[in-house]
């Protein structure tokens, strides 16, 4: 029972990683339809920020900004710059544009940084522990599962209460009458972007907090595991983003803990296996929306 509660606490540190991607990526792909493969990109560049502060000797608590400013920033530069001359192309070709935006990020960082993995100084608290009632959490895990649930509930009442939130939810509902009410595309559309950098910044110091390192591939796998979660939950739904990241976390934590050793090599094919079988059941994802309106993280 104590290692299934201990890898429970796993499964929810790694599922709320996952959850803030796909969040990122559901959030331009109901107000566009595009889904950002850059934006895995923006993880890193968050990363590198946090290493060249810890080089740098600015404390944790002031590089944690620094980075969440400098994705949310790369993420609308982004917008402004490769989406937006595209925006009106057909879906493939905005697809193959964040293709090449990830491919070009990557040669700039392996040319410009290096290419290969490079430690990030973290305060030592975040590699303790705390025991509760017999069970050792890890203080990052712990710190990763409450900004997860933080950053869902700012998410959410941004989308209610907000001014641009609200007109992100009536943009992604119907684009065209959002436009003639008198809602700014360029605003709507750049605020969504701004909004998937900074869950892309958030997930990456999760990330980085976990493994102390940041390589020009860092993004790459986590945005994949992402986009799988979103299909997984209901692409362009928001507590489907929410649902799919947190299931995949768990699937992947409970393979690794509990599938026999001669299976384990098999265990991401295992994990794909069972994503299919639920999307064989739920072919629209578990909590499939048509628009963000009403709905809630």
Same mark, same amino acid.
């Given at each position: ?10 499964a929810?540190a ?10 990122g990526l559901a959030?331009v ?13 923006l993880m890193?560049?968050?990363g590198?920020v946090?290493m ?18 400098a994705?949310?920033f790369a993420?609308v530069?982004m917008?402004?710059i490769a ?6 192309s ?14 070009i990020?990557q040669?700039?960082?392996q040319n410009?940084?290096?290419v290969r993995?490079?430690?990030v ?7 303790g ?26 998410l !959410?009442r941004f989308?209610s ?7 992100m939810?009536?943009?992604?509902? !119907?684009?065209a ?14 605020g %969504?972007?701004?909004i998937?950098?900074?869950? %892309? ?12 390192s940041v390589?020009p ?6 945005v994949?595991?992402?986009?799988i ?5 209901g ?6 983003a929410?649902?799919g ?6 699937i992947?934590?409970?393979? %690794? ?13 295992? *994990?794909? *296996?069972i994503?299919?079988l639920?999307?064989?059941?739920r ?10 309106k009403a709905?809630?993280?």
């Amino acid at each position: 029972m104590e290692l299934f509660l201990q890898q429970t606490v796993n499964a929810f540190a790694l599922g709320g990683t996952y959850a803030l991607l796909a969040l990122g990526l559901a959030v331009v792909f109901s107000i566009m339809g595009l889904i950002n493969f850059a934006h895995g990109e923006l993880m890193t560049i968050a990363g590198y920020v946090l290493m060249y502060c810890g080089l740098a000797g600015i404390s944790f608590v002031f590089a944690v900004p620094l980075a969440l400013l400098a994705s949310t920033f790369a993420a609308v530069l982004m917008e402004r710059i490769a989406f937006r001359p595209v925006r009106n192309s057909s879906g493939a070709t905005m697809l193959v544009t964040s293709f090449a935006v990830a491919m070009i990020l990557q040669v700039l960082f392996q040319n410009l940084i290096s290419v290969r993995s490079q430690p990030v100084l973290l305060p030592e608290a975040l590699s303790g522990s705390i025991t509760i009632g017999g069970l050792v959490i890890g203080v990052n895990k712990l710190v990763a599962i409450i900004s997860t649930v933080i950053m869902l509930i700012f998410l !959410d009442r941004f989308l209610s209460k907000q001014k641009y939130g609200i007109a992100m939810r009536a943009a992604a509902e !119907d684009f065209a009458v959002a436009r003639l009410m008198g809602i700014r595309a360029n605003t709507v559309i750049a605020g %969504a972007f701004a909004i998937s950098g900074l869950l %892309a910044g958030v997930a990456a110091i999760l990330w980085v907090s976990q493994r102390a390192s940041v390589d020009p591939l860092m993004g790459f796998t986590p945005v994949l595991k992402a986009f799988i979660a979103a299909i997984l939950g209901g692409l362009g739904s928001l507590r489907g983003a929410v649902a799919g990241g947190f299931l995949l976390g768990f699937i992947e934590i409970y393979l %690794a803990a509990f599938l026999p050793p001669a299976l384990q090599e098999f265990r991401d094919p295992i *994990g794909l *296996g069972i994503v299919v079988l639920v999307l064989l059941m739920r072919p629209n994802g578990l909590l499939p929306a048509a628009s963000l309106k009403a709905e809630k993280v």
